[in-house]
T-cell receptor, first 112, second 113 residues
Framework: LAKTTQPISMDSYEGQEVNITCSHNNIATNDYITWYQQFPSQGPRFIIQ???TKVTNEVASLFIPADRKSSTLSLPRVSLSDTAVYYCLVGPPMNRDDKIIFGKGTRLHILP | KAGVTQTPRYLIKTRGQQVTLSCSPI?????VSWYQQTPGQGLQFLFE???????NKGNFPGRFSGRQFSNSRSEMNVSTLELGDSALYLC????????????FGSGTQLSVL
């Protein structure tokens, strides 16, 4: 499974747009990119998944450049409740031969 | 549709004891995976079961084991507990096909004294 690198932490203010970038230089052809959000003492929650270009849903956008060696999670107009840890996961979540490897995640802190 | 249910929510054990944690996946999901989360090591993959068969295993000692029943419910067992086993244990379910998203439970917080 492709190794991922994310910033350890980020701070932003309410109402701002937040972009979190994940590097995955050895992403494989079949790999998808999935982002999860986790609040303290809870399990991670799926946010968005994409393969290439741009994906948008009701909570976030995911931008993936042509070489797919990185991806950017974009959270529009964040609020205090967006304070959480965000994980980037690369690969088929249930690849038959690979273990599922979550990186350290990005701890996002939203300030009032 | 009910989400992933993990029981118990909290557990306190002493060193040397064993513990069994339970996970009920979303109805229709055939894959269950387990994770250990600690402040220092983050979210680490323990193992994954699909249709009652373990098809992937992380780098944990043999004290950590699991199984899956015909109704897809899963249990994990930790024997001879150590202080370092204190962690949040999470399970996730998915339909079992490629690239689908994982649905996590709220976890079992295990404290070993």
């Amino acid at each position: 499974l492709a190794k991922t690198t994310q910033p350890i932490s980020m701070d932003s203010y309410e109402g701002q747009e937040v972009n979190i970038t994940c590097s995955h230089n050895n992403i494989a052809t079949n790999d998808y990119i999935t982002w999860y959000q986790q609040f303290p003492s809870q399990g991670p929650r799926f946010i968005i998944q994409g393969y290439k270009t741009k994906v948008t849903n009701e909570v976030a956008s995911l931008f993936i450049p042509a070489d797919r060696k990185s991806s950017t999670l974009s959270l529009p107009r964040v609020s205090l409740s967006d304070t959480a840890v965000y994980y980037c996961l690369v690969g088929p979540p249930m690849n038959r031969d690979d273990k599922i490897i979550f990186g350290k995640g990005t701890r996002l802190h939203i300030l009032p | 549709k009910a989400g992933v249910t993990q029981t118990p929510r909290y557990l306190i054990k002493t060193r040397g004891q064993q513990v069994t944690l339970s996970c009920s996946p979303i109805s229709g999901h055939r894959s269950v995976s387990w994770y250990q989360q600690t402040p220092g090591q983050g979210l680490q993959f323990l193992f994954e079961y699909f249709s009652e068969t373990q098809r992937n295993k992380g780098n944990f000692p043999g004290r950590f084991s699991g199984r899956q029943f015909s109704n897809s419910r899963s249990e994990m067992n930790v024997s001879t507990l150590e202080l370092g086993d204190s962690a949040l244990y999470l399970c996730a379910s998915s339909p079992g096909t490629r690239n689908e998203k994982l649905f996590f439970g709220s976890g079992t917080q295990l404290s070993v004294l």
